[in-house]
């Protein structure tokens, strides 16, 4: 399933599409998910943690009030599932087109295209939790709080290797003139 996935972002792996994408992704970072974190309170999202206790995560919770945690709990169930899908085909497609042009088409190296896709599985899965910490407040189950963390870790972790699967793919690229490797 992986090498039929990293198969198809190759043949999607195209400059306009990138652009296309990364200018999409720059409108979440940059206005979008802004403007949601603008309604909440100094505690911020959960999910911008890398780590975070039941306690520490329940405060914020019992923080928002009940108006933010609906509508944290709405963009979660909303906006923070498309955000995943244009980011990690950004990156995916991203890596792609500059591992094509870094590394030789045999290389093992451009199956890594995929490493984009743990992040979305493991941000979905932590919208879950966090959604489920939303709507079961002033409940607090302490495993659905570790759970949602243990999501948040592993989804912030793929996305550090995609962003260093960039890095790489820039110096390879780069250092081939960023022509299409044979």
Do not use: C, H
């Amino acid at each position: 399933m992986l090498i039929k996935l990293s198969d198809t972002l190759k043949k999607y792996a195209k400059g306009w599409l990138v652009l296309i994408l990364f200018l999409l992704d720059a409108v979440f970072m940059g206005y979008v998910m802004p403007s949601i974190g603008t309604t909440m309170n100094s505690s911020g999202p959960i999910d911008l943690l890398f780590f975070y206790t039941p306690q520490t995560a329940y405060e914020m919770v019992a923080a928002y009030g009940e108006q933010v945690r609906e509508a944290y709990r709405i963009t979660e169930l909303t906006v923070d599932i498309i955000y995943p899908i244009v980011y990690t085909l950004f990156f995916s497609l991203l890596i792609t087109w500059l591992f094509q042009r870094g590394f030789p088409a045999e290389s093992k190296m451009q199956r890594l295209n995929v490493v984009s896709f743990g992040a979305w599985l493991f941000d979905l899965f932590e919208n879950l939790g966090i959604v489920t910490m939303l709507s079961v407040y002033p409940s607090t189950p302490a495993l659905v709080a570790w759970l949602t963390t243990i999501f948040t870790m592993v989804k912030w972790t793929f996305a550090g290797a995609g962003g260093i699967l960039i890095l790489i793919g820039l110096v390879m690229a780069a250092k081939n003139k960023f022509k299409i490797q044979m």
